[in-house]
């Protein structure tokens, strides 16, 4: 069993639906990471959150310590949110190195 | 100001050949990490510095595999004797520390390709 996980692996959406992405984890954490990687390769840190909700424009990232789970959520998706998003995680055992998900492709048709 | 940046952004190799894969990292960060991802596969940890500690090279798939680091600047990961099975992208992301909730800027990544 993978330390990180995430579901779902694939995602296609139509332009305007609310995506949830979600994240969890087994051992414990300082902190969580969602992370952004363009088709082309480049990533791009969209949160850093250790305790409730973050928001950034269209994007809300929430995190529930005690039950190890994380979700970030794309209002009013558009087609340029289409990428793979990453969640990563600093296990605890291992200073700040990250441990990665196996990462969510988004497709956001329009 | 300027990010992290990687060089070369593509590099193509014979099996058995040595490479030199460079990252600058964002001025004034202490701390600073190599990834690997694999087509079709997550990222992967392969090696951290911070500072003037030894660094963590406990995500090295093997000895092939080493990286130095010059202060708080520059790195270069060095793998000898490529294998096909070290294509991958290879990342570099430094952050102003180590601490666990520092985050960490990633450069745009080296595609290496072994023939």
């Known amino acids: 069993k993978n330390e990180v996980e995430q579901s779902p692996q694939n995602l296609t959406a139509q332009e305007g639906e609310f995506i949830t992405i979600n994240c969890s984890y087994s051992?414990?954490?300082?902190?969580l990471h969602w992370l952004q990687q363009h088709p082309g390769g480049g990533i791009v840190s969209l949160f850093m959150?250790?305790?409730g909700k973050k928001k950034h424009g269209r994007l809300i990232a929430t995190i529930n310590i005690q039950e190890k789970h994380s979700s970030l959520h794309i209002t009013a998706s558009h087609p340029r949110d289409s990428a793979v998003y990453i969640c990563?995680?600093?296990?605890?055992?291992?200073?700040?190195?990250?441990?990665f998900g196996e990462g969510t492709q988004l497709t956001v048709n329009p | 100001g300027a990010g992290v940046s990687q060089s070369p952004s593509n590099k193509v190799t014979e099996k058995g050949k040595d490479v030199e894969l460079r990252c600058d990292p964002i001025?004034?960060?202490?701390?600073l990490y190599w990834y690997r991802q694999r087509l079709g596969q997550g990222l992967e940890f392969l090696i951290y510095?911070?500072?003037?500690?030894?660094?963590?090279k406990s995500g090295l798939p093997s000895d092939r595999f080493s990286a130095e680091r010059t202060g708080e600047s520059v790195s270069t990961l060095t793998i000898q004797r490529t294998q096909q099975e070290d294509s991958a992208v290879y990342l570099c992301?430094?952050?102003?520390?180590?601490?666990?909730?520092?985050?960490?800027?990633f450069g745009p990544g080296t595609r290496l390709t072994v023939l």
């Open positions: 992301a430094s952050s102003l520390a180590a601490e666990r909730s520092d985050t960490q800027y």
């Open positions: 051992v414990g954490i300082s902190a």
């Open positions: 959150l250790s305790s």
């Open positions: 990563a995680v600093p296990l605890l055992a291992s200073g700040s190195r990250l441990t």
């Open positions: 001025s004034g960060h202490t701390a």
């Open positions: 510095f911070q500072g003037n500690s030894a660094p963590d």
